[in-house]
């Protein structure tokens, strides 16, 4: 059987759930106070067949310590998702954008080796379903504009302004 735990946690910008599979890797997570909004994000592959309420144990913690103001408590969190390999590579490479530095999509493109990849760019922020720990909400417009963001933005408004707090006091 494959177990996943999940639990809800308050936020500043509203409940955040996360689905974590029991090696402690998340498989789904956002700004939602219900499981089953995150469940069908999911991956067929690594879909667990069981999901029960519980501690996250470090998945958790990080979360909060991001919410508190540690913005790289969630840089070395375990997510899992399955796509394609340009994908999958997208997802990666968003990682490594900072906080307080977001990026446009044409520049997100260029960062995966694809300048001319705009939609697939975008299409693997609107496929992402580890938000927070992939931060597709580090991606806007190239006219600076927020673009989509699954969870609302008013969430994507206040985790960039989250972001750039630490910025704003140098």
Not at 19 to 31: E, K, Q
Not at 68 to 75: C, M, R
Not at 107 to 132: D, E, F, I, Q, S
């Amino acid at each position: 059987m494959n177990t996943a735990v999940f639990a809800t946690r308050a936020t500043p910008a509203g409940p955040f759930t996360a689905v974590v599979d029991t090696d402690g890797y998340v498989l789904a997570s956002g700004w939602t106070a219900s499981v089953d909004d995150l469940l069908p994000l999911i991956h067929a592959s690594l879909a667990p067949t069981e999901t029960v309420e519980g501690d996250l144990g470090p998945v958790g913690e990080a979360v909060d310590r991001y919410h508190e103001g540690d913005l790289s408590a969630i840089d070395d969190v375990g997510v899992r998702q399955r796509s394609g390999p340009y994908r999958e590579h997208a997802w990666e490479v968003l990682r490594s954008v900072p906080a307080g530095a977001p990026v446009t999509y044409t520049g997100y493109a260029g960062k995966t080796g694809r300048p001319a990849a705009v939609r697939a760019a975008a299409g693997a922020c609107a496929k992402n379903a580890a938000a927070l720990f992939v931060p597709c909400h580090r991606v806007l417009r190239t006219d600076g504009s927020l673009g989509g963001f699954r969870w609302g933005l008013p969430v994507k408004r206040w985790l960039l302004d989250h972001e750039s707090a630490d910025l704003r006091l140098d």
